[in-house]
């Protein structure tokens, strides 16, 4: 069995442990994925308020800074969501193209629309994370952000990233971390697996409310930012550095591919 099957039968049972098969009728992991966010689309950005505390847009700014992208450059948004890496990365970097991937059409329509003019510098498409349609070293740089946890493979999907970023670019992830202190991290994890859900169950339909039950149960097999820099390192990527955020409740890895002939 490969690690890509071993990961979907494994997440296939996450579906059917906490009860999301009640609302969705998948057979692969990709599937209910799309169905799941396809269903999201239109609340996904409150959910993501409701999550980090309002602290989301905060963090996307200082990530985005952090991002080594050079004048002129062509920089992935893999599993773009709603855009908004993508538009922050157009906003900032006038000089820059973006090219935004997502499983799910209804969450590429809500980017679409939050775009607007930048639509110019922004191209928004359809696809597999997992087998991109771009030439290898296509970009300068890539981002996936909370967006790993959900493919089948994220071994794979960094591998892909990596393809297709040039020599000497970069590869980058930002996801949810652990948090560091013992008392944040209590008050997080209460906030998390408790709160929140409390609230999108006041606020949400039943499919949109699995969101907030979705995340933590997620966890379970996510690994955190030590053991993503391990990860990173192990796919051929070189110079891994995290930078934690809100504590390292969010955490960014930002690698390079190795150039030729060397790291």
């Known amino acids: 069995m490969t690690a890509t099957s071993h990961d979907d039968q494994a997440k296939m049972r996450l579906i059917n442990d906490v009860g999301f098969n009640r609302y969705f009728k998948a057979a692969t992991w990709a599937e209910y ?3 799941f966010f396809d269903g999201l689309a239109e609340k996904y950005d409150a959910t993501n308020v409701m999550h980090s505390f309002g602290t989301k847009r905060s963090i996307d700014r200082a990530a985005v800074a952090r ?11 893999l599993c773009t969501g709603s855009g908004d890496i993508a538009i922050r990365m157009a906003r900032l970097h006038p000089d820059v193209r973006v090219v935004g991937v997502d499983a799910s059409p209804a969450m590429l329509r809500v980017a679409s629309r939050k775009a607007g003019p930048l639509l110019d510098r922004i191209e928004l498409m359809e696809g597999d994370a997992l087998a991109l349609p771009f030439a290898d070293g296509h970009f300068d740089g890539a981002v996936i952000s909370f967006g790993l946890r959900n493919l089948t493979s994220l071994r794979a999907g960094l591998q892909e990233m990596a393809r297709v970023v040039k020599p000497g670019g970069f590869v980058c992830n930002i996801d949810q971390g652990q948090p560091r202190g013992r008392l944040f991290r ?5 906030h998390f697996r408790r709160l929140a859900p409390i609230l999108g169950k006041l606020v949400f339909h039943r499919g949109e409310f699995n969101s907030f039950r979705y995340l933590p149960e997620s966890n379970r097999y996510f690994p955190d930012q030590d053991s993503l820099c391990g990860i990173m ?18 955490a960014q890895q930002i690698a390079m591919v190795p150039a030729k002939g060397g790291d």
């Open 33 to 35: 994925n799309r169905q």
């Open 67 to 77: 991002l080594p992208i050079t004048p002129g450059a062509r920089v992935l948004d």
């Open 186 to 190: 209590i008050a997080y994890e209460l």
């Open 233 to 250: 390192g192990e796919v051929g990527l070189v110079n891994v550095r995290n930078f934690n955020y809100w504590r390292g409740a969010i």
